[in-house]
């Protein structure tokens, strides 16, 4: 088992809330097939609960709240840290801050984002509402990669999520996490796996 986890691709997860997305990573990594491990978990936020979730699994935690610096600058000492950690690649698990062009750049092809709506529908924030004011039948969420232009990245997977009667953004963006949290290791995975 230690050589196979040796092979394992290492990644960073980005968060700044409870990360929800960052914990279905992290217990999807200790499946004996999986192609990546979380490595470090990166925070702007030092009261994320994510953090705390990260440190009692035992993954290495960085937190740096981001007021006052600037973003370039964030986002540089946030990449020390991956690159410190040998990350390979970056996911974002509810990130909350619009990273820099050049930092994009850098990590171009390896870092990924999974958005709460059907992409190219409802980027940007308020994506339940949206879906449920446009009297849609179907949200879900989309995995992909990051490129400067915000949820604009090519595509990595998607899941549609029903809309039900008397929904209301809550009651959709719970079902809408449930499907997040199975989709987002799915396309890691199979991120990684096709680079390797």
């Given at each position: ?7 394992r691709?290492k ?12 914990a ?8 004996a ?17 994510g953090?705390?979730?990260?440190e ?8 740096l ?19 410190r ?12 801050r619009i ?8 990590w171009?092809?390896?870092m990924?984002?999974?958005h709460?709506?059907?992409?190219p529908?409802?980027t940007?924030l ?8 446009a009297?849609?039948?179907f949200?879900?969420c989309?995995?992909?990669?990051v ?14 999520v ?8 809550d ?7 449930i499907?997040?949290?199975?989709l ?9 796996s096709?680079a390797?």
């Amino acid at each position: 088992m230690p050589e196979e986890a040796a092979k394992r691709v290492k990644v960073a997860v980005f968060i700044s809330g409870s990360g929800t997305n960052m914990a279905a990573l992290l217990y999807a990594s200790r499946a004996a097939d999986c192609p990546f491990e979380i490595a470090l978990v990166l925070s702007n936020n030092a009261q994320a609960g994510g953090l705390r979730l990260a440190e009692a699994e035992g993954v290495p935690t960085f937190c740096l709240p981001h007021k006052g610096i600037p973003r370039a600058d964030h986002d540089a000492a946030m990449e020390a840290e991956v690159i410190r950690a040998g990350a390979q690649y970056i996911a974002l698990a509810g990130y909350m801050r619009i990273l820099s062009p050049a930092f994009v750049a850098r990590w171009a092809g390896r870092m990924v984002n999974i958005h709460p709506s059907l992409l190219p529908k409802y980027t940007g924030l308020h994506t339940h509402e949206r879906a449920l004011a446009a009297g849609d039948s179907f949200a879900g969420c989309t995995v992909h990669l990051v490129t400067a232009d915000l949820d604009e990245g090519p595509m990595l997977g998607q899941t549609t999520v029903a809309i039900l009667p008397g929904d209301t953004a809550d009651s959709l963006a719970a079902r809408v996490l449930i499907a997040e949290h199975q989709l987002y290791a799915r396309c890691l995975a199979a991120l990684v796996s096709r680079a390797a």
